[in-house]
């Protein structure tokens, strides 16, 4: 987790251990009590500057940083798109220089762009996490899934985890792939070959085009979200066939004797990957999740910030 | 880094009388034990919050209410520190509105514990009083905290270090004075 | 006396023949004029070759010199400081200019800035297709005609996608006696795409552009080429699959040439690791197992040339998130230096093989004949010599390149083999590794072959050569 430029940053989940998932987790724990609170804010990063620079419009993703920074006591500062000169096309590079021109503590950093993250700690001098680069990385996601998995489950290693859709563009896939696998559980991916990328099985994981052969496998099941450029990039023929492949419809779900647990990284397309009706029945879960988010980075956050200075 | 102990200052059934003592003073000073909360300071205060309690009980055969509570969050020498030590969870399950919380802990150094402690607590609600009981004061205060129980003073050198050690944590309970090698 | 020169103690490389003992060269007004033991130096100045080995100068196929259009990159007057400095005599650019290359006056317009500002033979290649736009034939018949002589035709940036135009094209290349320079890649297979497909590009999240891409487009290529009895000349090969069908077409018989880069027998995918993007070329880096198949290539002869694509690009072109970075290496600088290093010196094929795939054969591709190159030292031959130390251990400092542009892969790399000598039509353009100062300090004037100077004058007479 360590940078080039001498602060501590969290680029992607290829950086940690697995002792480090797991501390991670152990924190977020304490966090997670934080929120219960009627004070729900500790002042571990009082003084501290966090700017969330947001070059890929997301609403979920800033407003959890931006909590969980506050409840941390730390002063934020929101950059995104639509704001002037980032999308007068100024270079990430002097974007960078600017902020840190201000004296900021951390830079938390959204992009269309895979490896921007890494770029940008070339240029900065404070600490850099990365919520989500391209098709690359969303590391702060796998961390708040196996949060909730642990939770839900009570464990990680031996955890039979089906991971289900668009792998290729997936930067929650990935992400997940390496923290599961770092945490000894085992992944399975469910996909047709057209959303699968080059090589993954040697990402150590293992493939299948059914979802009902998953179904009777897996102890958690996460649904990735399916989007309609995919039809046109000819990675399917249309939703109408995914949802019948590939979709938790009604039917499947009260198949099933031993109902896993369903997870979802969100917006969920009702309809498409989960039927409405179970995707009420499992909605609590994924609601989870969104809490757990907040609990998560503010661990990241702390432990990121808790540099070895002076 | 491994602890070299020099001299045995407290043994099991020295501990037990303070314990027993402690209970006492807390009773008197707050005039029975209508109103009193203990709340103690993750590790081993907690565990010496938990004795006072069973023997307050059993004394004025009611109960205590017991919180934990974990200071990492409020520390002020979280820079230097670092941020990965590891954290545990805080449990106060219950209403310190207008109480008298009893904060316990085992060793009163630098009293920088205390006073993130006492944030700590105040983020849960505003008790009516905030007393302070400790197992070991050893002295060298860099803040204006004193201790209302106090269950030995043990004067010491800047680069000694005192080791308390709890049947519940450690298997045994004695404090010793030692160095660090 | 002025341009007269004596290059003492090296050991002299020359084709046919190739690498001979110790030997001295005195060069005088243009010329080789004496080659023997113990010359004596007499009024001439000596030149130190002692421990280097005096070749023919090399012949660049495949640059981006980016005149006209887009000189903030590079231009012809930088790309020839860098490329004498890597021991070229001659440079072939590329036609994706802004305007293309796709008429005489544009190629003519290039030639003439060559022969104004440059330290070596600044040759363009036209495109295919008018404005490279992959849709009607450019005058190749024109542009063979005219001043340039141009001779090798491509739409390189571009495939030709259209097989019925690359027919037609093939078979009017072939009347006009002209080469087709094919860069063959099915951009429908690779849109998108950032670097190689593999297990690389899944790891790092980024869109994969796959060897099939171009194996698939060679092929067609090959193809049309048998078809057409045209001579056809792939560029930047980077594939198992590629040099396979190259060895398979050769065997047949086929007039069918290619080259490889020194980046696809020195790199592979797992470069990318880091987004670096001084690693994002097309063709990107590809697997171990195609950079082995490429090394096979060069050892065995399939590949002809080694051209280094070198593509300049400005500090805030690449200076950017990967996906928006530009593609493309500089690579006149370090060429020589690779070749020593990771073919010689790890024993792929012996030093005059290396050295003959940049000079014999480019120069039998291009016809260098006309423009008065030959790759040897012989006697009455025009001086273009390089001198080079092939021992002599270096670090990449691209801080310190010639060139306009300082992207390359291998910044910091420790190469052995370096250019210490460079003479041009007789004068000294390179001494001691450094470009040679002209009078009062400044950079030496271009040097005029007589012969081109004298063409222009004659421009309204249609036949120049070749």
Same mark, same amino acid.
């Given at each position: 987790?360590?940078?080039?430029?001498?602060?501590?940053?969290?680029?992607?989940?290829?950086?940690?251990?697995?002792?480090?998932?797991?501390?991670?987790?152990?924190?977020?724990?304490?966090?997670?009590?934080?929120?219960?609170?009627?004070?729900?804010?500790?002042?571990?990063?009082?003084?501290?500057?966090?700017?969330?620079?947001?070059?890929?419009?997301?609403?979920?993703?800033?407003?959890?940083?931006?909590?969980?920074?506050?409840?941390?006591?730390?002063?934020?500062?929101?950059?995104?798109?639509?704001?002037?000169?980032?999308?007068?096309?100024?270079?990430?590079?002097?974007?960078?220089?600017?902020?840190?021109?201000?004296?900021?503590?951390?830079?938390?950093?959204?992009?269309?762009?895979?490896?921007?993250?890494?770029?940008?700690?070339?240029?900065?001098?404070?600490?850099?996490?990365?919520?989500?680069?391209?098709?690359?990385?969303?590391?702060?996601?796998?961390? #708040?899934?196996?949060?909730?998995?642990?939770?839900?489950?009570?464990?990680?290693?031996?955890?039979?985890?089906?991971?289900?859709?668009?792998?290729?563009?997936?930067?929650?896939?990935?992400?997940?792939?390496?923290?599961?696998?770092?945490?000894?559980?085992?992944?399975?991916?469910?996909?047709?070959?057209?959303?699968?990328?080059?090589?993954?099985?040697?990402?150590?994981?293992?493939?299948?085009?059914?979802?009902?052969?998953?179904?009777?496998?897996?102890?958690?099941?996460?649904?990735?979200?399916?989007?309609?450029?995919?039809?046109?990039?000819?990675?399917?023929?249309?939703?109408?066939?995914?949802?019948?492949?590939?979709?938790?419809?009604?039917?499947?779900?009260?198949?099933?004797?031993?109902?896993?647990?369903?997870?979802?990284?969100?917006?969920?397309?009702?309809?498409?990957?989960?039927?409405?009706?179970?995707?009420?029945?499992?909605?609590?879960?994924?609601?989870?999740?969104?809490?757990?988010?907040?609990?998560?980075?503010?661990?990241?956050?702390?432990?990121? #910030?808790?540099?070895?200075?002076? | 880094?491994?602890?070299?102990?020099?001299?045995?200052?407290?043994?099991?059934?020295?501990?037990?009388?303070?314990?027993?003592?402690?209970?006492?003073?807390?009773?008197?000073?707050?005039?029975?034990?209508?109103?009193?909360?203990?709340?103690?300071?993750?590790?081993?205060?907690?565990?010496?919050?938990?004795?006072?309690?069973?023997?307050?009980?059993?004394?004025?055969?009611?109960?205590?209410?017991?919180?934990?509570?974990?200071?990492?969050?409020?520390?002020?020498?979280?820079?230097?520190?670092?941020?990965?030590?590891?954290?545990?969870?805080?449990?106060?399950?219950?209403?310190?509105?207008?109480?008298?919380?009893?904060?316990?802990?085992?060793?009163?150094?630098?009293?920088?514990?205390?006073?993130?402690?006492?944030?700590?607590?105040?983020?849960?609600?505003?008790?009516?009083?905030?007393?302070?009981?400790?197992?070991?004061?050893?002295?060298?205060?860099?803040?204006?905290?004193?201790?209302?129980?106090?269950?030995?003073?043990?004067?010491?050198?800047?680069?000694?270090?005192?080791?308390?050690?709890?049947?519940?944590?450690?298997?045994?309970?004695?404090?010793?004075?030692?160095?660090?090698? | 006396?002025?341009?007269?020169?004596?290059?003492?103690?090296?050991?002299?490389?020359?084709?046919?023949?190739?690498?001979?003992?110790?030997?001295?060269?005195?060069?005088?007004?243009?010329?080789?004029?004496?080659?023997?033991?113990?010359?004596?130096?007499?009024?001439?100045?000596?030149?130190?070759?002692?421990?280097?080995?005096?070749?023919?100068?090399?012949?660049?196929?495949?640059?981006?010199?980016?005149?006209?259009?887009?000189?903030?990159?590079?231009?012809?007057?930088?790309?020839?400081?860098?490329?004498?400095?890597?021991?070229?005599?001659?440079?072939?650019?590329?036609?994706?200019?802004?305007?293309?290359?796709?008429?005489?006056?544009?190629?003519?317009?290039?030639?003439?800035?060559?022969?104004?500002?440059?330290?070596?033979?600044?040759?363009?290649?036209?495109?295919?297709?008018?404005?490279?736009?992959?849709?009607?034939?450019?005058?190749?018949?024109?542009?063979?005609?005219?001043?340039?002589?141009?001779?090798?035709?491509?739409?390189?940036?571009?495939?030709?996608?259209?097989?019925?135009?690359?027919?037609?094209?093939?078979?009017?290349?072939?009347?006009?006696?002209?080469?087709?320079?094919?860069?063959?890649?099915?951009?429908?297979?690779?849109?998108?795409?950032?670097?190689?497909?593999?297990?690389?590009?899944?790891?790092?999240?980024?869109?994969?552009?796959?060897?099939?891409?171009?194996?698939?487009?060679?092929?067609?290529?090959?193809?049309?080429?048998?078809?057409?009895?045209?001579?056809?000349?792939?560029?930047?090969?980077?594939?198992?699959?590629?040099?396979?069908?190259?060895?398979?077409?050769?065997?047949?018989?086929?007039?069918?040439?290619?080259?490889?880069?020194?980046?696809?027998?020195?790199?592979?995918?797992?470069?990318?690791?880091?987004?670096?993007?001084?690693?994002?070329?097309?063709?990107?880096?590809?697997?171990?197992?195609?950079?082995?198949?490429?090394?096979?290539?060069?050892?065995?002869?399939?590949?002809?040339?080694?051209?280094?694509?070198?593509?300049?690009?400005?500090?805030?072109?690449?200076?950017?998130?990967?996906?928006?970075?530009?593609?493309?290496?500089?690579?006149?600088?370090?060429?020589?230096?690779?070749?020593?290093?990771?073919?010689?010196?790890?024993?792929?094929?012996?030093?005059?093989?290396?050295?003959?795939?940049?000079?014999?054969?480019?120069?039998?591709?291009?016809?260098?004949?006309?423009?008065?190159?030959?790759?040897?030292?012989?006697?009455?031959?025009?001086?273009?010599?390089?001198?080079?130390?092939?021992?002599?251990?270096?670090?990449?400092?691209?801080?310190?390149?010639?060139?306009?542009?300082?992207?390359?892969?291998?910044?910091?790399?420790?190469?052995?083999?370096?250019?210490?000598?460079?003479?041009?039509?007789?004068?000294?353009?390179?001494?001691?590794?450094?470009?040679?100062?002209?009078?009062?300090?400044?950079?030496?004037?271009?040097?005029?072959?007589?012969?081109? +100077?004298?063409?222009?004058?004659?421009? +309204?007479?249609?036949?120049?050569?070749?």
């Amino acid at each position: 987790m360590a940078g080039d430029n001498g602060f501590r940053h969290l680029l992607s989940i290829t950086d940690l251990e697995a002792e480090d998932i797991i501390k991670l987790l152990d924190s977020a724990r304490s966090f997670a009590e934080v929120s219960t609170r009627p004070v729900k804010k500790v002042p571990a990063l009082r003084g501290r500057t966090i700017v969330n620079l947001f070059l890929e419009p997301s609403t979920r993703t800033r407003m959890s940083f931006e909590l969980a920074a506050k409840r941390l006591s730390a002063d934020v500062m929101n950059f995104s798109t639509s704001e002037s000169s980032l999308s007068k096309g100024e270079s990430l590079k002097d974007t960078g220089k600017t902020i840190v021109a201000m004296g900021v503590d951390a830079v938390v950093i959204r992009s269309m762009h895979a490896g921007a993250p890494q770029m940008l700690t070339e240029w900065v001098e404070c600490s850099v996490i990365n919520a989500g680069d391209g098709m690359h990385e969303h590391p702060t996601q796998a961390l #708040l899934d196996l949060f909730t998995m642990r939770e839900r489950l009570g464990r990680l290693e031996g955890l039979k985890v089906a991971i289900v859709g668009d792998i290729d563009h997936s930067r929650v896939a990935r992400s997940n792939i390496h923290a599961l696998n770092k945490v000894g559980a085992e992944v399975l991916l469910v996909a047709p070959r057209s959303l699968l990328p080059a090589r993954v099985e040697e990402m150590g994981v293992s493939v299948t085009g059914s979802l009902d052969e998953a179904l009777t496998w897996c102890d958690v099941l996460y649904l990735l979200r399916i989007q309609m450029e995919r039809v046109n990039e000819s990675r399917f023929p249309s939703l109408r066939e995914y949802t019948l492949q590939y979709g938790l419809t009604q039917t499947r779900w009260s198949r099933l004797d031993r109902k896993p647990l369903v997870m979802h990284p969100g917006p969920m397309n009702r309809g498409v990957e989960i039927a409405s009706l179970v995707a009420d029945e499992v909605e609590s879960v994924i609601t989870g999740q969104v809490a757990a988010g907040v609990a998560t980075r503010m661990a990241v956050l702390y432990d990121v #910030l808790g540099g070895s200075r002076g | 880094m491994e602890f070299k102990a020099r001299v045995r200052v407290l043994d099991a059934e020295d501990i037990a009388r303070i314990v027993k003592r402690i209970s006492h003073e807390i009773l008197e000073r707050n005039k029975g034990a209508g109103g009193i909360t203990l709340v103690g300071i993750r590790t081993r205060g907690v565990f010496l919050a938990r004795r006072l309690a069973r023997t307050i009980e059993g004394i004025e055969g009611c109960e205590v209410e017991v919180g934990e509570l974990d200071i990492s969050f409020y520390r002020d020498d979280y820079a230097t520190r670092g941020g990965s030590a590891s954290i545990g969870v805080t449990q106060i399950d219950f209403d310190i509105n207008d109480k008298q919380v009893v904060i316990v802990d085992d060793v009163l150094y630098t009293g920088r514990t205390i006073r993130a402690a006492m944030d700590a607590l105040m983020d849960f609600g505003r008790p009516r009083v905030i007393q302070l009981a400790v197992l070991v004061d050893r002295g060298h205060r860099e803040l204006p905290i004193r201790a209302d129980y106090v269950g030995k003073n043990l004067p010491t050198a800047g680069d000694e270090r005192v080791k308390v050690s709890l049947e519940e944590v450690d298997g045994v309970d004695r404090v010793e004075i030692g160095e660090e090698e | 006396m002025a341009d007269s020169y004596l290059i003492k103690g090296g050991r002299i490389l020359t084709f046919p023949g190739g690498l001979a003992g110790e030997a001295d060269v005195k060069v005088k007004d243009g010329v080789i004029t004496e080659i023997g033991s113990g010359l004596s130096a007499g009024k001439y100045e000596t030149i130190d070759a002692a421990g280097c080995i005096v070749s023919p100068g090399f012949i660049e196929m495949h640059a981006h010199l980016r005149e006209p259009g887009m000189e903030y990159k590079e231009d012809v007057s930088s790309g020839s400081r860098a490329a004498v400095c890597g021991g070229y005599s001659a440079v072939f650019c590329m036609p994706n200019t802004n305007p293309a290359i796709d008429n005489s006056s544009v190629a003519e317009y290039v030639f003439d800035r060559g022969e104004d500002e440059a330290l070596c033979m600044i040759l363009p290649h036209g495109a295919i297709t008018e404005g490279r736009l992959g849709k009607t034939l450019a005058p190749m018949g024109e542009m063979g005609t005219c001043r340039a002589g141009v001779k090798g035709f491509s739409d390189d940036g571009s495939w030709v996608m259209d097989s019925e135009l690359m027919r037609r094209a093939m078979e009017y290349a072939r009347t006009m006696g002209a080469t087709i320079i094919s860069h063959s890649e099915d951009t429908t297979l690779s849109a998108d795409g950032q670097m190689n497909e593999g297990y690389w590009s899944t790891y790092l999240g980024l869109r994969g552009i796959p060897p099939e891409s171009e194996t698939i487009a060679v092929f067609r290529d090959i193809t049309l080429a048998e078809k057409t009895g045209a001579r056809l000349h792939l560029a930047h090969l980077s594939t198992a699959g590629s040099v396979g069908l190259v060895r398979e077409a050769k065997k047949r018989g086929l007039a069918v040439t290619c080259e490889a880069a020194p980046h696809h027998f020195s790199l592979d995918d797992s470069s990318l690791v880091g987004y670096d993007t001084n690693m994002k070329m097309n063709p990107p880096l590809r697997s171990k197992e195609d950079v082995a198949a490429i090394l096979e290539a060069i050892a065995d002869g399939t590949i002809d040339v080694i051209a280094t694509d070198h593509a300049p690009h400005a500090p805030h072109e690449k200076e950017t998130e990967f996906a928006r970075a530009e593609f493309g290496a500089v690579g006149l600088e370090t060429c020589l230096g690779l070749v020593l290093t990771r073919l010689v010196g790890e024993g792929v094929l012996p030093l005059e093989d290396a050295i003959s795939k940049l000079t014999v054969a480019p120069a039998r591709i291009m016809d260098m004949e006309r423009w008065g190159y030959q790759p040897c030292i012989e006697e009455g031959r025009p001086a273009n010599i390089v001198v080079f130390n092939p021992e002599l251990e270096w670090t990449v400092d691209a801080a310190s390149f010639k060139s306009r542009a300082m992207n390359t892969p291998y910044d910091g790399w420790h190469l052995k083999g370096k250019v210490e000598h460079k003479l041009f039509r007789g004068k000294l353009v390179v001494r001691d590794g450094r470009l040679e100062s002209g009078p009062r300090g400044r950079p030496p004037k271009a040097v005029n072959n007589g012969g081109a +100077s004298k063409s222009r004058k004659k421009s +309204s007479e249609s036949k120049v050569r070749g």
